[in-house]
């Protein structure tokens, strides 16, 4: 049977974004809880934020893991227009769990 006009008040559009919640933007950023194909997304806007409110120097925390976080963070940093540099970071840094990210202001 074709739906009708009538049938159309009973579909509830969902919001594409609706369980999207706001996070404050700071020099650190932990993915533990972002899978590899958020993350691809997720590392350009947040390099846009830091840029934009002024932040240089930022962490991002990928986790040792199998290295595929990692690697899909080094890969977005390389394409980065506003990345000066990044490296692992120190023992006392987050060791090879974390990167840290140099960026250009202005």
Not at 10 to 16: G, H, K, N, T
Not at 66 to 75: D, I, K, P, Q, S
């Amino acid at each position: 049977m074709a739906p009708t006009e009538d049938d159309s008040e009973d579909i509830e559009l969902e919001e594409p974004f609706a369980d999207a919640v706001p996070l404050e933007i700071t020099d650190t950023l932990d993915l533990h809880t972002f899978n590899a194909a958020e993350v691809k997304d997720l590392i350009p806007d947040y390099l846009d934020e830091c840029v934009q409110k002024g932040i240089s120097e930022v962490r991002i925390v990928h986790g040792k893991g199998t290295g595929v976080l990692r690697r899909v963070v080094h890969a977005a940093l390389d394409r980065h227009p506003r990345v000066v540099s990044y490296r692992l970071a120190g023992r006392y840094e987050g060791g090879w769990g974390a990167t840290l990210v140099i960026l250009r202001l202005g």
